[in-house]
């Protein structure tokens, strides 16, 4: 099992940014995916997640009305589409995967797999 994430960098506030995880290694239709992020001194924070089972979608609501999850199975992908993006979004992001529970969370203790994570910087 491995995930890979990109597509982070650097861009002014206001700006955009879309972040993929390409998953290998398992069938990614039967888990949930989701995205986190963390800085450092904090804990990881869930941003999104997305649920295999039904396809609830969940955000936190900071990023609520400016970040989309998206995947396509059949790629094997998942992304994070970040707009509006603000100074406070800068982190460090994670890909995750987990099929054990019925839906997804945004807990970082019920994803089992992790990708190596990608950093945005939003700042002027």
């Known amino acids: 099992v491995q995930l890979q994430a990109s597509g982070g960098g650097r861009v002014q506030p206001g700006g955009s940014l879309r972040l993929s995880c390409v998953a290998s290694?398992?069938?990614?239709?039967?888990?949930?995916v989701a995205w986190f992020r963390q800085v450092p001194g904090k804990e990881r924070e869930g941003v999104s997640c997305?649920?295999?089972?039904?396809?609830?979608?969940y955000y936190t609501d900071s990023v609520k009305g400016r970040f989309t999850v998206s995947r396509d199975n059949g790629e094997s992908t998942f992304d994070l589409q970040m707009n509006d993006l603000k100074p406070e979004d800068t982190a460090v992001y994670y890909c995750?995967?987990?099929?054990?529970?019925?839906?997804?969370?945004?807990?970082?203790?019920?994803?089992?797999?992790w990708g190596q994570g990608t950093l945005v910087t939003v700042s002027s």
């Open positions: 995750a995967v987990d099929s054990r529970l019925h839906h997804c969370t945004l807990l970082a203790d019920q994803y089992n797999y």
């Open positions: 290694g398992f069938y990614l239709q039967y888990h949930h």
């Open positions: 997305n649920s295999f089972s039904d396809g609830t979608t």
